[in-house]
């Protein structure tokens, strides 16, 4: 089955392309305005260059942000996809928010295509470990939680620093795959890398 | 040994529809519904039928391949689609009801339900949930495995 990546260059999305690496022809992005926004990963500048390493072409798409409107925009950049790259799927790298899978999901029922999400509701602390067991070169690019600080931007999260989040993530309760947005983060290198 | 069913068509669906059941058990068996044995069968304390994604409806194709519900006589729990199936061999009949999202506290993903049955389903000793308790409601699972 064709398939395109909602990808926004962090570790989740990088993840899921590594996932369904054989069958995605696509990478889809939205290039939000919002850089609060409940849907989307920000910021995005890296993805152009990513794709050209990662050998898949870019579908890229701007929206405002604003609350309902973006979810047509994402809409209209999977319909270019589905016109352009004959996708009969989609993939996320949702993990836990109800709010943005049901979303992503309702767009799929819409356009009458399969939604994928291989990470769905796994254990953050696995997740973390797996991207690292699988050589990913994750960089850490904005932290927004108590306990950590701004000397954690830049970081990459190898073994060292994934046991050191790992005890702050207990210590001050957050959570480890930032899926409230406590960590944005940027694939550098890793196994999607042709 | 709980044996897990897993009925969705494609592997990439396993770790969103399978997994998240298989993580809040302890002793388990997942087999595809397609290559369930009378061994699986007579080993099983209980079942859980999991449920698939929104466009994935090929099991309605296969639907005599859970025939062996109609004589089972331990507890077996449906998720979504594994509610309507349970359903569907039992005689009753599944209408068209698309639902997605969050709904008092439960997780809706499906464009079906069973008539006459809200979002929920007990008979005799199937069970049956229409929404999926492994992403909000996880209890339900566990109070299912360990009662």
């Given at each position: 089955m064709k398939l395109g990546v909602l990808f926004s260059g962090g570790k989740d999305s990088s993840y899921a392309l590594y996932k369904a690496r054989n069958e995605v022809k696509v990478l889809i992005t939205l290039d939000s305005k919002n850089k609060d926004s409940f849907m989307f990963h920000t910021p995005i500048d890296k993805v152009q260059e990513l794709s050209k390493k990662i050998n898949l072409p870019l579908i890229k798409v701007k929206t405002e942000g604003r609350k309902e409107e973006e979810l047509e925009d994402l809409k209209k950049a999977i319909k270019k996809a589905i016109?352009?790259?004959?996708?009969?799927g989609v993939v996320t790298g949702a993990v836990a928010s109800t709010y943005q899978a049901s979303r992503i999901q309702k767009i799929c029922d819409e356009l009458e295509i399969y939604c994928f999400n291989p990470l769905w509701l796994k254990n953050q602390e696995e997740l973390l470990r797996e991207i690292v067991e699988l050589k990913f070169k994750i960089k850490i690019v904005k932290v927004a939680a108590d306990g950590l600080d701004e000397s954690w931007i830049g970081k990459v999260i190898d073994k060292k620093n994934l046991e050191k989040l790992i005890v702050l993530s207990k210590k001050y309760r957050f959570s480890i795959s930032g899926e409230g947005g406590e960590i944005e983060t940027e694939i550098l290198d890793g196994p999607i890398f042709r | 040994m709980i044996l897990v069913v897993k009925v969705n068509e494609f592997e990439l669906h396993d770790d969103e529809f399978v997994k998240p059941v298989t993580d809040l058990l302890e002793n388990f068996k997942v087999v595809d519904y397609r290559e369930i044995s009378k061994k699986d069968l007579d080993e099983a304390e209980k079942i859980i039928i999991c449920g698939t994604a929104l466009k994935d409806n090929k099991y309605f194709e296969n639907l005599d391949k859970f025939s062996w519900l109609k004589n089972f006589k331990k507890p077996v729990l449906g998720i979504c689609a594994g509610m309507q199936i349970i359903a569907e061999v039992l005689g009753?009949?599944?209408?068209?009801?698309?639902?997605?999202?969050?709904?008092?506290?439960?997780?809706?993903?499906?464009?079906?339900?069973?008539?006459?049955?809200?979002?929920?389903?007990?008979?005799?000793?199937?069970?049956?949930?229409l929404f999926h308790p492994e992403v909000l409601n996880k209890e339900l699972i566990r109070e299912f495995a360990l009662g």
């Open positions: 016109n352009e790259y004959q996708i009969e | 009753y009949k599944i209408i068209k009801n698309k639902k997605i999202g969050v709904f008092e506290n439960r997780y809706h993903l499906h464009s079906f339900s069973v008539e006459g049955f809200d979002d929920k389903l007990e008979i005799m000793n199937f069970k049956g949930y």
